[in-house]
């Protein structure tokens, strides 16, 4: 396999006497989609909040294409290229899906200490913004409010602004989270295309979406990584159809 | 320049339009019907408003309630007070030292208080603000609680701050540059994160953004702003005290950020005028009224602010109409 893009090796993370993230190894390649499933506190938050750099790991080392990131703060492995999308829906409300991507790419222009240059004028910021708007398929919607778009929409603008930082890592968290049947229809395919510019680490409950995406599904239980493998090992095997799916089925 | 033309279409452009216009010719007006005292409560109201355009920066585009404001005031008067009985009485030297002071402060408190959020931010910069009371009490040298009488900053050729039409002209002149300033501050790459952290904090992190660096550099700009006001009010009356820079003007200076509008551009400027236009007025008025009534109009502007909280929450911009682009959220 390819050199891979993320790569984290014997992450541990404990609150008090609870051990969250238990010697968890997990990568990603480029153009993969790799996803994370688990029953409900299986410990996924806390492995990404290690990954994005919101949480610190107790031990184990997280490196970014080939550069230890174990200690870099959030903003800095957003500029080398780690984006993700929010599990809780976080637009910026009160600003157009515009405004919110355009703030997106200008995250990673340099500085923002300009004063008197507006910035909606700007085309360094807008013709990008406008460009990851029509990938995310949100085109048509620039000019309305954030707040005023429907929940799937809204889930669409955390993609498109997470792809105007033109990441090559995409840490996807729950995106199909309170979406109906046709909205993850419609989010599954817009991944799908997704692909070829970036590599996605995708935690998501959706199963149909998981196993329609995943070329590699990783199964955490009680914070430690069961298995790994394509969805069909991963279908197979008897210790997660114990621990998880047929919990689930049950 | 269209658009400038456009916006005169609307309620809240037209009726900004004329209230410039009116106050361009202020000077003259006061003149004509011999209202020499009405210029005076017009150049306080300037440049008020030119100090609540400065907290509009911190509070309006930036969400934190600076509660600690009048420092800056203080800070910018105190020096060009201090400057002035030390000899030296050059504007060209006065003043960028003034600005400089409160633009240093502004850092200082910044750096201490910025990594606090909500009511905590407020307890500390009142705490910080009182600190600069106290001590320009404390200074007896430029007398202590009672203030200082000083000359007026000397720009020798080019103004001369004594004649009263001239300094009002100036103060709104710098008024109306400072409104310029933020109006391109507002939709600039700054104004952006400055007003997204303060819509998510977390999200505008999140996206690579550093917002302690982003809110220090827009409280400075904030001080300066402040201390400009300072400097204005020292001249105004040629007389700074510690009263300039106690909690209550900060609180003054608060109500009048909300009651115009907060974050909206001309916001500071409505709120200055209502805010002085009760003060001046409503006492006469409760007076005629009744003998003696006058002295309690705050009871009457009290309630007045709560239904302006209740019901107008974007102050008196809002009433001018819903938006035009100059409402910042």
């Known amino acids: ?250 | 320049m269209s658009s400038l033309l456009a916006s005169l279409r609307t309620p809240r452009g037209l009726i900004t339009a004329v209230l410039l216009l009116l106050l361009a010719v202020l000077p003259l007006l006061t003149q004509a019907f011999d209202q020499r005292y009405l210029l005076s409560v017009g150049t306080r109201v300037v440049i008020w408003a030119i100090a609540a355009v400065s907290l509009n920066i911190i509070l309006g585009y930036g969400g934190l309630v600076s509660f600690g404001h009048a420092a800056f005031f203080g800070i910018g008067g105190y020096a060009v007070g201090i400057l002035s009985a030390s000899g030296i009485d050059s504007g060209w030297l006065q003043w960028p030292v003034a600005i400089l002071a409160a633009t240093l402060w502004a850092v200082l408190i910044g750096v201490l208080s910025l990594r606090t959020r909500g009511v905590y931010f407020l307890m500390i910069t009142l705490a910080f603000g009182q600190l600069v009371y106290y001590l320009g009490s404390g200074l007896e040298a430029y007398g202590g609680d009672d203030g200082l009488n000083i000359g007026r900053s000397r720009f020798p050729g080019l103004i001369d701050l004594r004649d009263k039409a001239s300094f009002y002209w100036l103060c709104l002149a710098l008024l109306c540059a400072a409104l310029w300033f933020c109006g391109r501050l507002a939709y600039s790459r700054f104004g952006f994160v400055l007003r997204g952290a303060r819509s998510n904090e977390l999200r505008m992190t999140a996206l690579g953004f550093p917002v302690f660096g982003y809110r220090l550099a827009a409280l400075a700009l904030s001080g300066a702003f402040g201390g400009l006001a300072g400097i204005l009010l020292a001249n105004e009356g040629a007389y700074v005290s510690p009263a300039m820079m106690s909690w209550v003007k900060s609180g003054d200076l608060i109500v009048i950020v909300v009651l115009g509008g907060t974050g909206a551009l001309f916001g500071p400027l409505y709120g200055a005028l209502a805010f002085f236009a009760v003060e001046e007025f409503l006492k006469p008025l409760l007076d005629l009224a009744h003998k003696g009534w006058g002295e309690y109009w705050q009871i009457v502007f009290g309630p007045l602010l709560v239904i302006v909280a209740l019901y107008a929450r974007g102050g008196i911009d809002s009433l001018l109409g819903k938006t035009d682009g100059r409402r910042h959220g």
Do not use: W
């Open chain 1, 1 to 250: 396999m390819a050199e891979p893009l993320l790569s984290a090796q014997g992450l541990i993370k404990r609150f008090g006497g609870l051990l969250a993230t238990d010697n968890v190894s997990i990568d990603v390649a480029p153009g993969e989609i790799h996803a994370l499933i688990g029953p409900n506190g299986a410990g996924k938050t806390t492995l990404v909040g290690q990954l994005t750099g919101t949480l610190a790991p107790d031990a184990g080392v997280i490196r970014f294409s080939g550069r230890d990131v174990t200690r870099l703060p959030v903003h800095a492995r957003v500029r080398l290229g780690l984006g993700r999308s929010f599990q809780i829906t976080a637009v910026l409300r009160e600003f157009s899906a515009l405004d919110n991507v355009a703030l997106a790419v200008q995250a990673h222009q340099g500085h923002s200490f300009r004063f008197l240059a507006d910035a909606r004028a700007d085309r360094r910021l807008r013709d990008p913004a406008r460009q990851a708007l029509e990938t995310a398929g949100l085109g048509t919607r620039a000019e309305a409010l954030a707040s005023a778009l429907s929940h799937g929409e809204q889930r669409q603008l955390e993609i498109a602004m997470a792809l105007a930082g033109e990441p090559r890592l995409l840490l996807l968290d729950e995106p199909m989270a309170g979406m109906g049947v046709e909205e993850s229809q419609r989010m599954v395919t817009l991944l799908q295309a997704l692909k070829q510019r970036c590599g996605m680490l995708l935690i998501e409950h959706d199963m149909d979406a998981v196993f329609a995406l995943a070329d590699r599904i990783t199964v955490l239980v009680y914070g430690r990584a069961i298995a790994t493998g394509t969805p069909a090992e991963i279908r197979a095997n008897a210790a997660v159809r114990q621990a998880y799916l047929g919990e689930e089925a049950a």
